[in-house]
């Protein structure tokens, strides 16, 4: 199972909105609604920020949204702050043989 | 709170073995599959194995299989990952996750694992 494509990196300002890509397949991203992104900020341990697409869990800021067309998922970061530099991750469940696929990774800048 | 804590990890030569410990706490450990994922330096993640709540159902990245063994105490509400045969690209920080739902939640804060003669 190949990783699924993210932007290598994003950047934007404080106060602007960025979206993150995650292109996959219909094996993937395509096939199931069990789309999660993680934030690590350098050293840390990966959070979960967005589950089955575009639900939040408790405590992360409605800021952070997630979507999903076709084959390709996105994360939209609005009313970007300092705090939200760092690397994002997509995740799919891709069936019961290799259950999980991550993305590459895109490292987010803000200005 | 919920809380995983990783150990385990270390120098180990090529072709050697290391076992891994993720220590689980705040939740019932028997209910919620459980995985490992990795991250090599300054690369993305890599799911690496998961195992069904009560140990039955264990799936493998084809990256470790037949090297990698996961499995789980549930009495002691640990997980583990044996690893053999170690190469030089399984060099990486080695996560443990709950899986909630379709989603990894939380994660320990990882465990270094460190291949080199």
């Known amino acids: 199972q190949s990783a699924l494509t993210q932007p290598r990196s994003v950047s934007g300002s404080p106060g602007q909105s960025v979206t993150i890509s995650c292109t996959g397949t219909s094996s993937d991203v395509g096939g199931y609604n069990y789309v999660s992104w993680y934030q690590q900020h350098p050293g840390k341990a990966p959070k979960l920020m967005i589950y089955d697409v575009s639900k939040r869990p408790s405590g992360v800021p409605d800021r952070f949204s997630g979507s999903k067309s076709g084959n390709t998922a996105s994360l939209t970061i609005s009313g970007l702050q300092a705090e939200d530099e760092a690397d994002y991750y997509c995740?799919?469940?891709?069936?019961?043989?290799?259950?999980?696929?991550f993305g590459g990774g895109t490292k987010l800048t803000v200005l | 709170q919920v809380q995983l804590v990783e150990s385990g990890g270390g120098l180990v030569k090529p072709g050697g073995s290391l076992r891994l410990s993720c220590a689980a706490s705040g939740f019932t450990f028997s209910d919620y599959y459980m995985s490992w994922i990795r991250q090599a330096p300054g690369k993305g993640l890599e799911w690496v194995s998961y195992?069904?709540?009560?140990?039955?159902?264990?799936y493998n990245a084809d990256s470790v299989k037949g090297r990698f063994t996961i499995s789980r105490d549930n009495a002691k509400n640990s997980l583990f990952l044996h690893m053999n045969s170690l190469r030089a690209e399984d060099t990486a920080v080695y996560y443990c996750a709950r899986e909630t739902g379709w989603r990894f939640d939380p994660w320990g804060q990882g465990t270094l694992v460190t291949v080199s003669s």
């Open positions: 995740c799919s469940y891709a069936g019961s043989y290799t259950p999980w696929v």
């Open positions: 195992i069904s709540s009560s140990g039955s159902s264990i």
